[in-house]
């Protein structure tokens, strides 16, 4: 089985899926890390050195990778990777796969991204709480439609770390 963690930037696919890893004996793995170590190059310096574009056909590539090769692991994508190309469909196509939506709400995510913007190149480079408000309003509005195909999803506000996995 692999369970899949979709989600727009800081829903908690990366402290969810180590906790729930460890809780059910999985291998975590984050696909902005693969595409970090197989690049040798942080996010941010691929979007700056090589752009959008390129981050996401490797972004594709490497999901096709750790699909084909793995089982019993938690996957955690990037924020947009289910809204590129073919990618959700791939996801649904799996078998042994389980998609799961973390969702929380707008001004939950302003909150978290507002601390955490600065290593995210879609969002770096705004500064006000306003600006940020308006550009994830409408980025979620048009993201949704891709994260609503999941299997399952989990409304994670006001929810504890142990609740979330737990569900
Ligand atoms: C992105 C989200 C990031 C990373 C890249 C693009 C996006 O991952 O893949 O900066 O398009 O939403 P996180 O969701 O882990 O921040």
Redesign the pocket.
């Known amino acids: 089985m692999i369970i899949i963690l979709m989600?727009?930037?800081?829903?908690g696919?990366?402290t969810i899926g180590k906790k729930l890893a460890e809780k059910i004996n999985y291998n975590v793995v984050d696909?902005?890390d693969v595409i970090e170590e197989k690049e040798k190059a942080t996010?941010t310096e691929i979007?700056k050195n090589k752009g959008e574009i390129y981050?996401r056909k490797k972004?594709t590539e490497y999901l096709k990778e750790i699909l084909n090769t793995s089982d019993k692991i938690i996957l955690?994508?990037?924020?947009?990777?289910p809204?590129f190309g073919n990618n959700m469909d791939l996801i649904l196509s799996q078998e042994k796969a389980k998609s799961v939506y973390l969702k929380a709400s707008l001004p939950k995510l302003v909150t978290k991204l507002m601390k955490k913007k600065a290593k995210?190149?879609?969002i770096a480079h705004i500064e006000t709480e306003e600006e940020l408000t308006e550009f994830i309003g409408k980025h979620l509005f048009e993201r949704s439609a891709y994260y609503n195909r999941a299997e399952v999803v989990i409304s994670t506000d006001n929810k504890s770390k142990k609740e979330i996995v737990t569900e």
Do not use: H, I, Q
């Not at 955690?76 to 990777?81: D, E, F, I, V």
């Open positions: 989600g727009y930037m800081a829903s696919k990366s696909l902005d996010v979007f981050f972004e955690s994508l990037g924020g947009g990777t809204c995210r190149p879609l």
